[in-house]
């Protein structure tokens, strides 16, 4: 009875509040909105620019739609543009090797990818998985690395890729988060540890050893956390700029940030070539669109149980 | 649960067995046979860390203690080049613009994020929404510092147009000495604000439900149970993101490196880059590697001091 009473009292008074709240409501959407278009109207804006023309730009600065319409900034970065063209049309004319750089990110983002997932699995399965003294201890001690900030170990790490010989290589890019990050050890442990003991003791009974067990239990129970680490490595590592800049500035190994990064220095004095600006950036992070896109509730609900990353 | 010892004594004789049996019954041996397997299993993780993270963080201690320049081998001089530090300006300078950089990035991004995640929470779950916030974050430092040296453009940028259209006068924003560091932290509140909303949010998901009816009942409004309720009930998950993005953003360098290059003047010459400039630019490693010693020891005491301050450890559910 007096249960019944409270809940219609509390009801009653959110029925109260709601309405009385309506005009709080209305001012909540609106904050809501104006951050909603500072997020996108940026990414409008950088389309509206690459599909301008650079020479037109400052005739009409505030058109909302582009100035002066053309393919022209996109087939300049593509390298499908005549140098004459491009001058023309407000480029630099020097050649942008756009695709050697997109395949250098590609090379970058998925090795590290595939095999920072691959080892950290292993290390996360054993220490979910296995039982073996110093268990706890080491995982805290592969922890205590988070503590380290990169730019502190990034130093060292290039003298020992240096020493190594492997300056301006792929190995030497790619070797420092090949093997393990603490991160995600500690991610895929978390999903590790909860997979239920009975299915791995019934294979153990049908003679299954740990490798066979990881492989063909662990590995397939788990692709779901796996995918989502993987997609956030590869976004991560596809925009990492420090350690490539580092390690890997040839023309060989420079990956799209690292040359995004030096397109503005190379423009001459006068005003950039805003169009080509955009139409590669946007070339660059279309990858990363896409892989949001098609993976975007996977990687919106791992945020918040990820944490950190 | 049953403890390894415990089955190492029972599982004594099974042990002795052919290899087979061994890895039938691996669950009820224990100890001995699981610790082979576990080494193979985290060996290239472990090879991973000695060699890259606890090498160089060895590494980069003695490394401060040197003068090198990358080319011979690094000579040992003590703490010279600390005390170097203590005299040279540009450092004391560089220190002094990433604390305002650290302090206008993160002041503004928490507070913000704390808004949106409110909002989001009373107004809509939609994933869309959700996802749409997350955009900037998505893609690189880069590319939102080069999108945003466009758009505060002081020639025919979108935002100074918008300044002209309402009537004011235009602004340099990342030329002009005063507005170059809060437009750093500004690109960076853009690039993170959606991201640390949705981990404010998630952290807002665990407040049951129960304990904003208790207090709806007694009559508490909105605003009051934000104050009383939310935001020490997010503590513990408000510490840990504030330990992080304060550890981020003492590291900013990218945006810096691809806009202003430590100009105007000195102005953004924030502390990673000026490591980056004197071990990489002057050929003084030694220097840079003390510089980066100073940081890992500033970042150190504040990442302590804040979860010591917002009692990270303990929930006020609980």
């Known amino acids: 009875m007096a249960t019944i009473e409270a809940t219609a009292i509390a009801d009653a008074q959110q029925r109260r509040r709601r309405r009385r709240l309506a005009p709080g409501r209305i001012a909540a959407w609106v904050v809501m909105i104006a951050f909603l278009a500072l997020t996108i109207v940026p990414f409008l804006w950088m389309i509206r620019t690459a599909l301008s023309t650079t020479r037109s730009l400052p005739s009409d600065p505030s058109s909302l739609l582009p100035v002066d319409f053309t393919w022209g900034a996109f087939e300049r970065v593509l390298g499908l543009s005549s140098q004459e063209k491009a001058i023309a049309e407000g480029g630099s004319g020097a050649s942008v090797n756009f695709w050697l750089y997109l395949r250098n990110s590609f090379i970058y983002a998925t090795a590290v990818t595939l095999g920072q997932v691959f080892f950290c699995a292993m290390a996360a399965y054993a220490f979910a998985r296995l039982r073996w003294p110093g268990r706890n201890l080491v995982f805290g001690i592969f922890l205590g690395a988070l503590l380290v900030p990169p730019i502190f170990t990034s130093l060292p790490n290039f003298i020992l890729i240096k020493n190594l010989g492997l300056l301006n290589s792929f190995v030497g890019m790619v070797l420092p988060s090949f093997l393990m990050t603490p991160f995600a050890v500690f991610f895929l442990r978390q999903f590790f540890l909860g997979i239920n003991h009975e299915i791995e003791e019934s294979a153990a009974l049908d003679g299954a050893g740990p490798w066979r067990t990881f492989f063909r239990i662990i590995l397939p129970m788990s692709v779901a956390p796996l995918t989502t680490l993987g997609i956030l490595t590869f976004i991560t590592t596809w925009n990492d700029y420090f350690w490539p800049l580092l390690v890997g500035n040839s023309e060989q190994t420079k990956v799209l940030t690292v040359a995004l990064g030096v397109f503005k220095s190379q423009t001459p004095a006068g005003s950039p070539d805003w169009a080509g600006l955009m139409a590669a950036t946007l070339v660059t992070a279309l990858p990363v669109l896409i892989l949001f896109f098609a993976f975007a509730r996977r990687i919106i609900d791992s945020i918040g149980y990820s944490g950190s990353k | ?318």
Do not use: C
């Open chain 2, 1 to 318: 649960m049953r403890g390894p010892v415990v089955s190492t004594n029972t599982a004594a004789p099974v042990a002795r067995g052919s290899r087979r049996s061994r890895a039938s019954t691996s669950r009820n041996s224990g100890g001995r046979s699981e610790l082979r397997i576990a080494l193979f299993f985290i060996a290239p993780a472990l090879l991973g860390f000695l060699a890259f993270y606890l090498f160089p963080t060895l590494r980069g201690f003695y490394f401060s203690m040197t003068q090198y320049n990358l080319l011979g081998t690094p000579k040992w001089i003590g703490f010279d080049n600390f005390a170097k530090l203590g005299k040279d300006t540009l450092f004391w300078n560089a220190l002094w613009v990433t604390l305002e950089y650290v302090v206008l990035n993160i002041g503004f991004q928490t507070v913000i994020a704390i808004l949106l995640a409110v909002l989001m929470q009373r107004l809509t779950q939609s994933t869309l929404l959700r996802g749409a916030l997350l955009l900037p974050w998505l893609i690189s430092n880069v590319i939102a510092a080069l999108l945003w040296f466009w758009l505060l453009d002081y020639q025919i940028g979108l935002a100074n147009q918008f300044l002209e259209w309402i009537g004011m006068s235009k602004i340099a924003f990342f030329a002009d000495e005063a507005w170059a560091i809060p437009t750093m932290a500004f690109v960076n509140v853009w690039r993170h604000m959606g991201y640390t909303a949705l981990l404010v949010f998630a952290g807002m998901q665990t407040i049951p439900k129960y304990v904003y009816e208790a207090a709806s009942i007694d009559g508490s409004s909105e605003w009051s149970s934000f104050w009383r309720i939310t935001l020490p009930l997010i503590r513990p998950v408000l510490a840990m993101i504030l330990v992080i993005t304060v550890t981020g953003s003492f590291q900013v360098f990218d945006t810096v490196a691809v806009t202003t290059r430590g100009g105007p003047v000195n102005v953004t010459r924030v502390i990673q880059y000026y490591i980056y400039q004197k071990a990489f630019g002057e050929g003084q490693f030694g220097y840079g590697s003390a510089i980066s010693v100073v940081l890992f020891a500033i970042l150190a005491v504040l990442a302590a001091l804040q979860l010591r301050l917002l009692r990270a450890g303990e929930s006020d559910l609980a």
